[in-house]
């Protein structure tokens, strides 16, 4: 069992739509990372939140930090082709920034 | 990008045959990792260093060693590889002067036969 666990695995989508993937742990973390990962690249961070109820927003990506730190949401709003790829988050596992615990990831494809 | 690179890139082997990995960084940051990526487990952490000769384990260490004589080089050895340790494999950087940001490397394709 994973300490984070995303969802849905995979999603499907038509261009233009939106779409929200979650991120959830019983376990409390410092902050929380958002990564996109291309096939045949490594994952690129997105964004970093660090403060519970925390909203921080790249473009048309809204990344939510919920309000006791075990969970996290992301919002994409009318995707696009090219948001397509898989989404991971990932959590401060002991509190000192240095380490880092994955969820299992979301693969999201945007159909033109 | 940050500097990062992973060699080589892709590699078949037969089981029980010697793997090294190499990762090699620019950026002189201070830790470094090994991960190991596998449909549905996301990003597995093998083993980190967070300095010249200090490394620790991960959570999936076994069948696994590191080094690090040199802080831009960080070395991920299979001594005896298994077909359970096919798997993509991705190195990454992290600094306290950078937010503890990871930067990942290209990742290598590793196939045990």
């Known amino acids: 069992t994973q300490l984070l666990e995303q969802s849905p695995q995979f999603l499907s989508i038509q261009e233009g739509e939106n779409l929200t993937v979650y991120c959830n742990s019983s376990?409390?973390?410092?902050?929380l990372q958002w990564y996109r990962q291309e096939p045949g690249e490594g994952p690129v961070l997105l964004v970093t939140?660090?403060?519970?109820?925390e909203v921080k927003k790249l473009k048309r990506l809204t990344f939510q930090f919920g309000d006791a730190r075990k969970d996290s949401s992301l919002h994409i709003t009318a995707a696009q082709p090219g948001d397509t790829g898989l989404y991971l988050c990932?959590?401060?596992?002991?509190?000192?920034?240095?380490?880092?615990?994955f969820g299992g990831g979301t693969r999201l494809m945007v159909k033109p | 990008d940050a500097g990062i690179t992973q060699s080589p890139r892709h590699k078949v082997t037969e089981t029980g045959t010697p793997v090294t990995l190499r990762c090699h960084q620019t950026?002189?940051?201070?830790?470094m990792y090994w991960y190991r990526q596998d449909p549905g487990h996301g990003l597995r952490l093998i083993h980190y260093?967070?300095?010249?000769?200090?490394?620790d384990k991960g959570e999936v260490s076994d069948g696994y060693s590191v080094s690090r004589s040199k802080t831009e080089d960080f070395l991920l050895t299979l001594e005896s590889a298994t077909s359970s340790q096919t798997s993509v494999y991705f190195c990454?950087?992290?600094?306290?002067?950078?937010?503890?940001?990871?930067?990942f490397g290209p990742g290598t394709r590793l196939t045990v036969t």
């Open positions: 990454a950087i992290s600094d306290q002067d950078a937010g503890y940001e990871q930067y």
């Open positions: 376990s409390v973390f410092s902050s």
């Open positions: 939140v660090v403060t519970g109820g």
């Open positions: 990932a959590g401060d596992v002991n509190n000192a920034g240095n380490m880092l615990t």
């Open positions: 950026e002189n940051h201070r830790y």
């Open positions: 260093s967070y300095g010249v000769k200090d490394t």
